[in-house]
């Protein structure tokens, strides 16, 4: 079992849908997830950061954590089509220096 | 503010021929510096972080290797490329919140 399971996409919603991304994963000691956004061609910008189980709210975006089913979840309003770009999940056991475990990404096409 | 720099942002190169990709920081002191490769279908692959000058360590034995001359530069070499050294090569450093945030990558492709 890979430590960190992302659905690879793509998933193409039209403007205005509400967007569900997930990553599970294996390794209980995990404790920091983070959310990144990866535009083609571009390095990934991190986009949500949260500690622990429960939910974290930016704009239009919702980061929430459930550590008891190891499973982690970006929630898109209102998605644009300026969302377009692959979403990467990572998570780590320290904080400090940390090495992240990355899922593979999901792949997401908002068309207008 | 706290800036990441890399170059080139692109480049072709022959197989056999050498390496040589460099990233700065700017903005910070004694960051913890990381070289990753993204591959097609692959995911990031950690291929070096280092807590300091001098000191690298490697998550993946290869054909590449790092060097962290000054506090904020960080180096990946090779002496003799593969075909299978293609891909985009990214820096990363640890800021705050504390985790990891990325430069612009170059993208490599050995020929």
């Known amino acids: 079992q890979k430590e960190v399971e992302q659905d690879p996409g793509p998933l193409s919603v039209p403007e205005g849908a509400i967007v569900s991304l997930n990553c599970t994963y294996s390794n209980s000691a995990f404790q920091y997830f983070m959310w990144y956004r990866q535009y083609s061609r571009k390095g990934p910008e991190l986009l949500m950061y949260?500690?622990?189980?429960g939910n974290k709210e930016d704009g239009r975006f919702t980061a929430q954590v459930d550590k008891s089913s190891k499973y982690i979840s970006l929630f898109i309003r209102d998605s644009q089509p300026s969302d377009s770009a692959t979403y990467l999940c990572a998570m780590s056991a320290n904080s400090g220096y940390s090495t992240l475990t990355f899922g593979k990404g999901t792949m997401l096409l908002v068309s207008p | 503010s706290q800036t990441i720099h890399q170059w080139p942002a692109t480049l072709v190169q022959p197989v056999g021929s050498p390496l040589s990709l460099e990233c700065t920081v700017e903005g910070t002191s004694n960051p913890n510096l990381y070289w990753y490769r993204q591959a097609a279908g692959r995911g990031l692959q950690l291929l070096f972080y280092?807590?300091?000058?001098?000191?690298i360590s490697s998550e993946v034995p290869q054909n590449l290797s790092a060097s962290r001359p000054q506090d904020r530069q960080f180096i990946l070499s090779s002496k003799k490329l593969l075909l299978s050294d293609s891909g985009f090569y990214l820096c990363?450093?640890?800021?705050?919140?504390?985790?990891?945030?990325f430069g612009p990558g170059t993208r490599l492709t050995v020929l």
């Open positions: 990363a450093w640890n800021g705050v919140p504390d985790t990891q945030y």
């Open positions: 280092s807590v300091g000058i001098g000191q």
């Open positions: 949260t500690y622990s189980s």
